[in-house]
């Protein structure tokens, strides 16, 4: 069964930085690109970073761009989201989601941890 | 950016009803949307790829159709485990973009 389990959210101040953690399971994590999604209260959701099997390639948002990075380590399963200069808008649900091999939409998603940025 | 509007925000319905959720892209993505399930406590679950094509384990009174700009989901003989958010989302380019979500809920 596929598994995917964040970790890392809490409460951050305007300015701080904060490292989210996603754990996988059931699957051959090095096989998939692997991204992060969140969703602000009340709001719709927002692809926020995705990653290639490697590594090697990263792709953002203009939203996200310069001030978060993903990266993983596939001898672990993990996915990691290192997030910098939060802002109150980056206060949301973080998911931890799977690509589907056979294209860019989300075939598993983790049930989310949440980030808020406040002072 | 490819925006993705959603119709309607709200639906009521009830069970054995069948009900239509309409997203508009902003412009082209040819077939390249996906139809997501949300519900309270639960991860999000992927109902529908390529426009019309159920993910494994989506329930044959889902269907989805359209390509271009316009795309619809539709459910059929509605159970109440239907009851939830859906939201669509392009993958035609980058940034991919969700709908706004429509919430179906039991009238």
């Known amino acids: 069964e596929v598994q995917l389990v964040e970790s890392g959210g809490g409460l951050v101040q305007p300015g701080r930085s904060l490292k989210l953690s996603c754990a996988a399971s059931?699957?051959?994590?090095?096989?998939?690109?692997m991204a992060w999604v969140r969703q602000a209260p009340k709001k719709g959701l927002e692809w926020v970073a995705t990653i290639s099997t490697s590594g090697s390639r990263t792709y953002y948002p203009d939203s996200v761009k310069g001030r978060f990075t993903i990266s993983r380590d596939n001898a672990k399963s993990s996915l990691y989201l290192q997030m910098n200069s939060l802002k109150s808008e980056d206060t949301a649900t973080y998911y931890c989601a799977r690509h589907d091999l056979r294209g860019d939409y989300f075939d598993y998603w983790g049930q989310g941890v949440m980030v808020t940025v406040s002072s | 950016d490819v925006q993705m509007t959603q119709s309607p925000s709200y639906l009521a319905a009830s069970p054995g009803e069948s009900v239509s959720i309409s997203c508009k892209a902003s412009?082209?993505?040819?077939?390249?949307l996906a139809w997501y399930q949300e519900k309270p406590g639960k991860a999000n679950k992927l109902l529908i790829h390529?426009?019309?094509t159920l993910q494994s384990g989506t329930p044959s009174r889902f269907s989805g159709s359209g390509s271009g700009t316009d795309f619809t989901l539709t459910i059929r003989s509605l159970e109440s485990e239907d009851f939830a958010v859906y939201y669509c989302?392009?993958?035609?380019?980058?940034?991919?973009?969700f709908g706004g979500g429509t919430k179906l809920e039991l009238k």
């Open positions: 412009k082209s993505i040819s077939n390249n």
């Open positions: 390529s426009g019309s």
């Open positions: 059931g699957f051959t994590f090095s096989n998939y690109y």
């Open positions: 989302q392009q993958y035609n380019e980058y940034p991919w973009t």
